[in-house]
């Protein structure tokens, strides 16, 4: 969770029971139980995925109520733990991201997430199967239309409260709202809804790294018991419905999902994280002078922070005389007067922040004020594809690629994408045990289930079909 959620929370002595002890089955019992668990897996016909602050402790975020988390360290009196990376550079951990190849295969239904963090979202999980009970900390929406509104920075606010920026649909224009809920604000209905739906459907609901204290959320998983289905929960820590669980696992839920995912011969996709910035070039003539500005900022506008960056330096390798900066300050701007007849090329390399898996990235532009150049508008899914697809194959973050060019007779405004991040996933390095010649290779009839059952699901992933824009 956001440590910055949790200080904008309004204050609230009952937070429910902090700082149990966490307990761990054995490497024997938790083998055993993780085969289990991958045949309930296997078997389900409508598997639903209920998860909390656990799954995401391994991409640095602290949990709430752990041995250190926040609630348990303020109770204490000793503040708020330290992230190790800025909230909004974590990556999606292990788990989230075999809960995205889960979906591709067609073994999991729908996701119900008490996080704020937008792990799952940027894990690439379909939205149309996903319900934020709590809202999202990098999402704005707009009360009118209804628009969702992807952000890479955190949102200012919290309580869905007014933020600085607007709807962007040029008919609406209405000021956009934060989506995280404050102690007081009720569960947004549409995910309650669909949550509550998808648990009374489910055969099997998951639950991963949640205490299971929060009201009403905590219920949730319960209703598929209702109506004939299994309850497994994966968990460091005891939790008021163990005792309705059909399982329930102490163990670190990267590992025990790791051997599921081994287990069901299901690889684990990378994550591969991209970041856009818009160039805004923009001249003005003046007797036989240019006097031009070169603006970086946000593709979401000028109120929107680049996070990503820390500076940018522009230099000019073909002309010795005109000096190269350095910009600082955002949003990054840089204004410079030069002769009408200037052909120039400008050279602008883009320092990233810290959590970012490369230090660098440069895009060159060609500038020549009595030409205008081309608009275009590319594919954005089909070149956003193409660029992760090479920065997987050459292993390595840095990959750019520009998406869209507006030219008009003073200004030209281009939309570039990086490739800030690629996390690779070792399911083999958190195996507690080798699920090789046990019921895997075993010849019996649930092996050989559970090999059709991947064949036949081979193909499952669908775009989302909710408004979100990014």
């Not at 939790?239 to 684990?268: E, F, Q, Y």
């Not at 990503?308 to 000096?323: A, H, W, Y």
């Not at 275009?376 to 920065?391: G, I």
Request: charged residues 25%.
């Amino acid at each position: 969770m956001s440590l910055g959620y949790a200080e904008k929370l309004s204050y609230r002595e009952d937070v429910g029971t902090v700082g149990m002890p966490e307990k761990f089955d054995s490497p024997k019992l938790l083998q055993g139980k993780i085969e289990e668990l991958a045949v309930m897996v296997q078997k389900s016909k409508h598997l639903v995925v209920f998860t909390g602050a656990g799954i995401s402790t391994s991409s640095g975020i602290p949990d709430f109520r752990g041995p250190k988390g926040v609630w348990t360290l303020q109770r204490a009196g000793k503040g708020v733990p330290d992230a190790s990376l800025p909230f909004h550079r974590a990556a999606p951990t292990l788990t989230h991201m075999a809960l995205v190849e889960l979906e591709r295969a067609g073994l999991l239904k729908f996701v119900i997430s008490q996080n704020v963090d937008s792990l799952h979202l940027r894990s690439g999980f379909p939205r149309e199967k996903l319900a934020e009970l709590h809202g999202n900390s990098f999402k704005e929406v707009c009360p009118c239309c209804k628009t969702e509104y992807l952000r890479d920075f955190e949102i200012e606010t919290i309580g869905l409260k007014d933020t600085p920026r607007r709807c962007a649909d040029k008919n609406c224009g209405a000021r956009l709202k934060d989506t995280v809920l404050d102690w007081e604000d009720a569960l947004p209905p549409e995910e309650m809804n669909s949550a509550e739906e998808q648990c009374r459907t489910a055969d099997l609901v998951l639950c991963l790294g949640t205490s299971l204290q929060i009201t009403p959320a905590c219920n949730m998983p319960l209703l598929s018991i209702k109506n004939g289905g299994k309850v497994a929960i994966v968990n460091l820590q005891a939790t008021p419905k163990d005792k309705k669980a059909s399982l329930v696992i102490h163990g670190l839920v990267d590992k025990v999902i790791a051997g599921v995912m081994c287990i069901l011969s299901l690889r684990i996709p990378p994550y591969i994280r991209t970041d856009f910035i818009q160039l805004l070039l923009r001249h003005t003539v003046k007797k036989k002078c240019v006097r031009w500005t070169l603006r970086v900022t946000s593709v979401h506008g000028m109120r929107a922070p680049l996070s990503f960056l820390r500076s940018i330096e522009v230099s000019f390798p073909d002309r010795s005389d005109m000096k190269p900066v350095v910009l600082m300050e955002q949003p990054f701007s840089l204004q410079r007067e030069t002769s009408m007849t200037s052909i120039f090329s400008m050279l602008l390399t883009l320092k990233f922040s810290d959590g970012c898996g490369c230090s660098s990235s440069s895009i060159e532009c060609h500038v020549n004020f009595q030409k205008q150049k081309e608009s275009f508008v590319r594919d954005r899914s089909l070149v956003l594809q193409e660029l992760k697809c090479t920065a997987e194959r050459q292993s390595r973050a840095g990959q750019q690629s520009i998406l869209e060019r507006e030219s008009l007779p003073r200004a030209e405004t281009s939309i570039h994408a990086f490739v800030t991040n690629i996390i690779r996933y070792d399911a083999e390095d958190l195996k507690v045990a080798d699920p090789k010649g046990s019921w895997m290779n075993s010849g019996s009839s649930t092996s050989s289930n559970l090999a059709k059952r991947l064949v036949e699901g081979a193909s499952g992933y669908s775009a989302s079909t909710k408004k979100l824009k990014c």
